[in-house]
């Protein structure tokens, strides 16, 4: 069936190092979405990409859809502790119009302060 | 603007008892309903989700049923609880001019004791 991978399932890093996470899909996507949660709390939508190598920017946080619409990447530049939560990425699912969602199975950020 | 609001936020049952959690949206209609399950730590798992009242599609095979009585009302239940229940539920929806963007309640912590 249709699949959302995402890597890595874990990342620790040191205050001010980057960080990245990516997400591959095994079918073509027609946009992508990131959400975050915060330890013991929800997730949140971030962002949404539609368009074949679009390239977001949320202060920073860069996020990336691939050429082929098969994968993403989410970028922090110098992580800071408020960066601290699970990233999950998702897409529609072939064949139901755009509901629901298939979700990754998120990385996990720890920052050391 | 829209609102979910999700109960109860917490609860510890024991094995065996039955289980109710409520959810309701305002501000759309006809929203798509999801309920999610996360198990400590770990990925979101789908549970139900519903396109419409009385539309109920599960995604796994388990001791736990939904109900959607009214357009923006939406109900987890189980007769009898298990161990293996315990988790983080989270009721969502999705729709209207916000397309598959799904957004969260704040959850539900069960622990089956």
């Known amino acids: 069936g249709q699949q959302v991978m995402q890597i890595p399932q874990y990342q620790h890093v040191q205050e001010g190092e980057d960080f990245t996470t990516y997400c591959n899909s095994s079918t073509t996507l027609s946009n992508i979405q990131w959400y975050k949660q915060r330890p013991g709390g929800h997730p949140v939508f971030l962002i949404q990409l539609v368009k074949s190598g679009e390239v977001k920017k949320q202060k920073r946080l860069t996020f990336q859809f691939g050429e082929a619409k098969k994968n993403s990447s989410l970028h922090i530049t110098a992580t800071q502790t408020t960066d601290v939560g699970t990233y999950f990425c998702?897409?529609?699912?072939?064949?139901?119009?755009?509901?629901?969602?298939?979700f990754g199975k998120g990385t996990r950020l720890s920052v050391i302060a | 603007s829209q609102t979910i609001h999700q109960w109860p936020a917490t609860l510890v049952q024991p094995v065996g008892s039955p289980l109710s959690l409520e959810c309701t949206v305002e501000?759309?209609?006809?929203?798509?309903l999801y309920w999610y399950r996360q198990a400590a730590g770990r990925g979101l798992q789908l549970l139900f989700y519903?396109?419409?009242?009385?539309?109920i599609s599960s995604e796994v095979p388990q001791n736990l049923s939904a109900s959607r009585p009214q357009d923006r009302q939406f109900i987890l239940s189980s007769k009898k609880l298990l161990l293996s229940d315990s988790g983080f539920y989270l009721c969502?929806?999705?729709?209207?001019?916000?397309?598959?963007?799904?957004?969260f309640g704040e959850g539900s912590w069960l622990t089956v004791v």
């Open positions: 501000g759309t209609s006809n929203p798509n």
């Open positions: 998702a897409g529609p699912r072939l064949h139901s119009g755009n509901t629901p969602l298939v």
């Open positions: 969502a929806w999705s729709g209207g001019r916000s397309g598959n963007t799904i957004y």
């Open positions: 519903s396109v419409g009242i009385g539309q």
